[in-house]
């Protein structure tokens, strides 16, 4: 059974790995592969936006297509991404780029259009603007809400939407989504709105300008900040993660409401999807992660190893075990031992085609395995195993129930005995209207120009079969909505309130009514908090609040970085 370091209240627990083992092998930190500003010297983070880090791949023919973008304070910066191969040359930046009076807070490349001679990278700010760079021809093309006549508060996640060349979704910290077609203008004077679609604790509004402009909708999402959200791997669905701890999923083309998850208490900082889309993995102010199945429209576990906020959510999609089975596959020892490291992207494609073909209400079939990590304030790197007894325990057991009738063994995970599910009490109902499957939608760009042109009593449907909640307001989100001591004790007693009527419920399940994950490896990593973690083929990459870009080499991928010794490389400890 895996312990965390602190337990045993020794030096240890203070230590920075700079490697680590899982059951596929050992990672190991590549100080070479360090990026940060190209004097190397941390950054003073007191008061400052988040570090964020954001990958395209160029289709460069020589084999090094991948650049990397990272802020940090005021600054910007694009290089050549060389991961495990070589070692950073951070003397040689691509792009540099230093603001004043702003921030840069969060970029996205268009992955369509990105070729080795132009990157379309938008960037968005702390005073609300959305710039659009070309970093490698080093132009500025457009500045979007450049007077703040659309919004004025500080951009918390902008991405563009999959499949699309021109159109961009922007989130903001007064809870306003914004869809953006960078071919139109922002015009001179406030936009006007009228209503598209409103239902259970949000609202969707279209332009009223007679003439194309920006923005094309406005989506109002919650109480609070929309911290962060993500689409669907096939585009179809987004994932909003809010400042008052509630999950929504939305249908992106008609802005249906597919389902909801309220935090255990706080706001929700992350949020990320499963490779096939199954399910939906957040993380926040309550210091745990929660998995979401978005077919069954439930919580089915939550993971605590975090000491403090977690500020990443990520799946792995090199690292997942599929295996094909009539009845059910082995022992539960033997089914861990199967997880193996898909180095090859083909393996890990073909592993997401299999599991998007997989019934999930049906033990049978395919026996599955997800992987993802998470990282935190607590500057501990997680990494997490959401295996078939979680995703399935009914199911699983009655298919074990038949293979003992059958004369096979009994099956036992760790401690935990798989002759017990969880009570049917604990599998939360299916949400009404909140399945995925059903008609195809129709392409954004085709769904936008639908509701610009639909009456707005067409577009009007009230929802009939659920009852409105109210809105669970975070206590942190209150506190800092206003310097006034009543309001912020009347504010804290009223959320207390509210997550009191939550608690319970298909939003927000007790801790003992759903499995608690156990984090895989859980390690200090970082002297600062850690506000980056992506997966790549050959590598995981990491970055801290004080500047400083980590590449963490997959087993077998080291090469020979290991054996270069960088002057200026931070120290640490072996685990």
């Known amino acids: 059974m895996w312990k965390m370091a602190s337990e045993g209240g020794g030096k240890e627990s203070n230590e920075i790995k700079t490697q680590f083992s899982t059951r596929e092998g050992v990672y190991k930190l590549l100080p070479n592969s360090e990026y940060s500003r190209p004097n190397r010297v941390s950054f003073n983070s007191q008061g400052s936006n988040p570090v964020k880090v954001s990958f395209v791949n160029v289709n460069d023919q020589s084999g090094n297509g991948e650049r990397i973008c990272f802020n940090v304070g005021r600054e910007l910066y694009f290089y050549i991404y060389k991961g495990v191969r070589k070692a950073a040359d951070l003397s040689k930046p691509v792009d540099k780029r230093m603001y004043k009076g702003t921030l840069p ?34 132009e500025t093309s457009k500045l979007f809400n450049e007077d703040r006549l659309i919004e004025k508060s500080l951009v918390t996640c902008l991405k563009w939407v999959p499949g699309s060349e021109q159109l961009f979704l922007v989130s903001h910290s007064s809870g306003c989504l914004y869809l953006y077609n960078v071919e139109h203008t922002c015009g001179t004077t406030p936009p006007h709105y009228q209503l598209l679609k409103q239902g259970e604790s949000y609202a969707v509004h279209t332009n009223k300008s007679k003439s194309a402009r ?23 669905f987004l994932a909003c993660a809010g400042q008052d701890g509630f999950l929504r999923v939305f249908c992106f083309d008609t802005a249906e409401l597919q389902g909801s998850m309220k935090s255990y208490f706080g706001g929700l900082l992350c949020v990320c999807w499963s490779p096939d889309g199954r399910y939906i993995v957040t993380g926040g102010e309550d210091d ?45 020892e033997d089914f861990q031992d199967q997880v193996q490291f898909n180095g090859s992207r083909e393996r890990a494609n073909s592993a997401q085609s299999r599991l998007s073909n997989r019934n999930s209400t049906d033990g049978r079939g395919v026996s599955v395995t997800y992987r993802f990590g998470s990282v935190g304030q607590d500057t501990q790197l997680c990494l997490w195993d959401l295996t078939e007894d979680i995703l399935f325990p009914l199911s699983r057991t009655r298919t074990l129930t038949n293979a003992m009738s059958g004369e096979t063994g009994t099956i036992s995970n760790g401690n935990n005995s798989m002759n017990s599910p969880l009570p049917r009490s604990n599998s939360l109902p299916h949400s009404s209207g909140s399945s995925p499957s059903g008609k195809p939608a129709n392409s954004i760009v085709e769904s936008v120009n639908k509701f610009a042109t639909l009456a707005l009593h067409e577009m009007r449907k009230e929802p009939t079969q659920e009852k409105e909640h109210k809105r669970n307001h975070s206590i942190s989100y209150i506190g800092n909505k206003s310097s006034d001591k009543l309001n912020q004790i009347i504010g804290a007693r009223a959320a207390k309130t509210q997550a009191a009527k939550t608690l319970g419920t298909s939003w927000c399940p007790r801790m003992e009514e759903i499995p608690l994950l156990e984090p895989l490896v859980c390690k200090k990593i970082s002297q600062e908090r850690l506000t980056v973690l992506i997966f790549l083929e050959d590598c995981l990459v990491t970055a801290c609040q004080e500047g400083f870009v980590c590449t963490w080499a997959r087993p077998g991928k080291a090469g020979l970085l290991l054996s270069q010794n960088p002057a200026n490389s931070p120290g640490g400890t072996v685990v």
């Open 214 to 236: 920006n923005p094309l909708l406005r989506w109002t999402v919650g109480e609070g900040a929309v911290n962060e959200f993500a689409f669907s791997p096939d585009g179809k």
């Open 105 to 138: 807070t969060c970029h996205d490349s268009n992955v369509l259009t990105a070729t080795a001679e132009s990157v379309s990278l938008l960037v968005g700010f702390s005073t609300g603007q959305v710039q659009l760079i070309d970093p490698i021809k080093k």
């Open 288 to 332: 745990l992660v929660t998995v979401w199945s978005f077919s069954d429209s439930r919580v089915i576990a939550r993971g605590r190893g975090h000491k403090s906020w977690v500020s990443v959510v990520a799946f792995d999609h090199c690292i997942t075990s599929v295996q094909d089975c009539e009845e059910f596959c082995a022992s539960d």
